[in-house]
C-alpha cells in the first residue's frame, strides 16, 4: 500500500469483510507493472507561505516488492535531488538518496525515516509502500467522509516492521473501493493526516489526483497533484540503480 499511490480500485464496490481483506481488496486492485507520473507539490507552512516544487515519479514492479526513482525537476535549487526506494514484502524498505550539488549519495537510516522529505509534508517513511502482511487490522466500523459511506479500519505495524506510526486510521469509501484518508498517531497523538481526492479513471483504475498531507504538529501542508499519469509502461531494470541517478544528474 503506497500512500502515494494508494486509493486505485477497478469500478466495484467494496463487500461487507472483514478488515485485513478490505485492505488487500484495495491493494490487490491497484496492482500494476509500472507506473509514471509527474507532480506538482505546493508546500504552505504554519505561516501561510506557500512554495512549489516538481518532481518525477517512476515505479516498477508489483506492490511490496517494487522499485521506485523519485527525482526533482523543479525549482533550480532542488533540480536532480533524486531518492531510490527498494520495497520490500516482509521489512522496511531500503532507500538512498542522491544530492546532484555536492555529487554524493547517502543511504537514509531507519532512524532517520521520520524527517521530512525535503521540504515537504511526506516523511521519507510515507514514500516507501506498506505491505499488508506487515501490519494487523482491525475493523472500527463504518464512517462517512464527504458524504461518501466509508470502512474504518485501525493499522498496527507489527513488531518485525520498522516505524515512526504506532498506528493508522484508514478510511476505505464502499462505493469505490479506494482510500478516502490516512491518519497517522505516534502514541495517542494524530501526526500526519492523508487526504486523497479527485478521483479519475485512469486506464480503468480509479485515481487520485490530488493528495494532501497535513503535518498536524508543525500546522503545514502539502498538496500534490498528479499529472502525466500512465500505468503499464515498458520501463527497465537498469533505470532503478544508484549508477541511473548520478547518470541523469
Known amino acids: 500500500m503506497n500512500r502515494l499511490v494508494a486509493a486505485l480500485c477497478v469500478a466495484a464496490p467494496c463487500l461487507a469483510q472483514d478488515a485485513r481483506q478490505i485492505v488487500e481488496l484495495v491493494q490487490r486492485r491497484a496492482e500494476v507493472k509500472s507506473e509514471r507520473y509527474e507532480g506538482t507539490l505546493q ?8 512554495t512549489e516544487k516538481r518532481w518525477r515519479y517512476d515505479r516498477l514492479g508489483s506492490a511490496g516488492a517494487s522499485k521506485v526513482v523519485l527525482r526533482f525537476t523543479a ?3 532542488v533540480k536532480g535531488v533524486a531518492l531510490l526506494v527498494f520495497n520490500h ?10 544530492t546532484p550539488a555536492i555529487q554524493r549519495d547517502r543511504r537514509i537510516a531507519l532512524q532517520d525515516r521520520s524527517t521530512r522529505f525535503f521540504g515537504t509534508d511526506f516523511s521519507f517513511e510515507d514514500l516507501e509502500e506498506h505491505e499488508t502482511g506487515q501490519y494487523d487490522y482491525k475493523m472500527l466500523g463504518e464512517e462517512a467522509l464527504d458524504g461518501a459511506p466509508c470502512w474504518k479500519i485501525e493499522s498496527r505495524p507489527k513488531r518485525s516492521r520498522s516505524s515512526q506510526y504506532t498506528h ?3 478510511w476505505v469509501r464502499q462505493e469505490s473501493c479506494t482510500f478516502a484518508r490516512i491518519e497517522s498517531f505516534v502514541k495517542d497523538q494524530l ?3 492523508l487526504n486523497y481526492s479527485n478521483l479519475e479513471r485512469v486506464q480503468g483504475i ?3 489526483r490530488r493528495l494532501e498531507m497535513h503535518d498536524l504538529r508543525r500546522n503545514s501542508r502539502t498538496v500534490l497533484t498528479l499529472e ?3 500505468y503499464n509502461l515498458p520501463l527497465k531494470e537498469e533505470d532503478f ?3 541511473a541517478l548520478r547518470r541523469e544528474s
Not at 514484502?89 to 542522491?98: E, G, I, L, T, V
Open 43 to 50: 508546500v504552505f507552512d504554519a505561516r501561510g507561505r506557500t
Open 75 to 77: 525549482p533550480a535549487e
Open 89 to 98: 514484502p516482509d521489512r522496511a524498505s531500503d532507500q538512498w538518496m542522491w
Open 168 to 170: 493508522s486510521h484508514l
Open 191 to 193: 501526526a500526519r493526516r
Open 206 to 208: 480509479w485515481t487520485p
Open 228 to 230: 502525466k499519469l500512465t
Open 241 to 243: 540503480t544508484l549508477l
